[in-house]
Each structure stands twice: as structure tokens, then as C-alpha cells.
């Protein structure tokens, strides 16, 4: 059972482009979180998603970032505009069942505007 | 609003020496609490999961507390070793499902 995916590890962009994230959770997990790591910052909560649906979008900015979870494929995190200090490395994790509580992350994609 | 708190910010050990890593938060309502490790530029690496009907869990050399009366966690290394040398990272899992982290200790451990 492979693990969280996700790609690309690594994203160069200069200020105003779009930077789109993507991870594919384990195997029969329908549940995506997606944290954010500024640097010398903690892990920080942005989104919360099922299967077609954002359960908790408290820790998303309210301008330039969305995230889906589509019924095919992978979760995308995606970012328009971006600016220098969206510079981070954006980690996803994945679980099961709520009521298991448990989430497994991803390797994250480390984010570099220019 | 729950708030985890992680002290030390940094340590370092001699090879072979016990440490005991500290992690509180300010809201006993919690589920679970998960300890993880992270190596530079890398990801998270799951050490040890406590659900909040626990009271430790043990892995090898790892063995994580849990007082949620008090709200306090402690990681306890035993026998440490150069390749210990990490960010230590303690979350709490709110009603949700999501985690809240602290801001880490980072160990060294001198060979």
C-alpha cells in the first residue's frame, strides 16, 4: 500500500503565477488535510476535505487559495498570485475514518517564489 | 482556541544519555495526541499515536505519556543516539479531525 503522494516536490515560481499542488492519498483514505510549514514556523492547519466536499477551510487565507478533492484524482491545493511569503513547504496527510483519527502525511511540496 | 507548547526549543545530548521531550496544550478536550519526527527539508515521520482513552504508548525505544487532566505529553528517549538527531514535533487532534501542532524541539545528539 503506497503511501501519501504527493508532487510536485519541489515548485519554482515567480510572483503572480499560479503554483497547483497535488496529493493522492493512501489507498481507501477519503479524508485530505492540507498543513502549511512557513519557514521557521510551525505546522499549520489550512483545509479539510472529503471526497467532493471542504469540510474546514478555517486555516485557508481568504484570498488566492482553493482547494478541491475531486471524486477522481488527486486533492489540489492551488494558489493564484502568488507572493514571496507563500514560500512554504506544504505538507498533505490523509486518513480513513474521522473516528480513527489518524492521519499519514505525504513528503510535501516545498513552494519557492520568486 | 488550543494552544501546544513544546519545551524545549532545542537539545543537545551526549550519545547513550535518557532525554524527555515535553509537549502541553491548553484544552483537555482532545481525541488523540501524535508525536512525529521530522529530519531537515524532509516530511513527517509518525513515532507514536496516543488516543485519549490511553495513558502511554511504547515503540522500540519511544515511550509517549499522556495526562489530559493536566494537558501535558511527554516523549521519553531512552539510550539516545546520533541518528535521533531531529525535529521532534507533538500534535493534538481537536474535534474535527484536525491537528494542532507545536513548534518543535530539535535534538542533537553528539556522537
Known amino acids: 500500500n503506497a503511501g501519501v503522494m504527493q508532487n510536485p516536490r519541489h515548485l519554482v515560481r515567480r510572483r503572480g503565477q499560479e503554483a497547483r499542488l497535488r496529493c493522492s492519498p493512501m489507498k481507501g483514505h477519503s479524508h485530505v488535510y492540507w498543513y502549511r510549514q512557513l519557514p521557521e514556523e510551525g505546522l499549520k492547519f489550512m483545509v479539510y476535505?472529503?471526497?467532493?466536499?471542504?469540510?474546514?477551510e478555517s486555516g485557508m487565507p481568504k484570498e488566492r487559495f482553493s482547494a478541491e478533492f475531486p471524486k477522481e484524482g488527486p486533492s489540489i491545493l492551488r494558489i493564484q498570485q502568488v507572493v514571496r511569503g507563500d514560500s512554504a513547504a506544504y505538507f498533505c496527510a490523509s486518513s480513513p475514518d474521522l473516528s480513527l483519527n489518524e492521519q499519514f502525511f505525504g513528503p510535501g511540496t516545498r513552494l519557492t517564489v520568486l | 482556541k488550543q494552544e501546544v507548547t513544546q519545551i524545549p526549543a532545542a537539545l543537545s545530548v551526549p550519545e547513550g544519555e535518557n532525554l524527555v521531550l515535553n509537549c502541553s496544550f491548553t484544552?483537555?478536550?482532545?481525541?488523540?495526541l501524535q508525536w512525529f519526527r521530522q529530519d531537515p527539508g524532509k516530511g513527517l515521520t509518525s513515532l507514536l499515536l496516543i488516543q485519549s482513552s490511553q495513558r502511554e504508548q511504547t515503540s522500540g525505544r519511544l515511550n509517549a505519556s499522556l495526562d489530559k487532566s493536566s494537558g501535558r505529553s511527554t516523549l521519553y528517549i531512552a539510550a539516545s543516539q546520533p541518528g535521533d538527531s531531529a525535529t521532534y514535533l507533538c500534535a493534538v487532534y481537536n474535534q474535527g479531525g484536525k491537528l494542532i501542532f507545536g513548534q518543535g524541539t530539535e535534538l542533537s545528539v553528539k556522537p
Open positions: 484544552d483537555s478536550a482532545i481525541y488523540n
Open positions: 476535505l472529503q471526497k467532493e466536499n471542504i469540510i474546514d
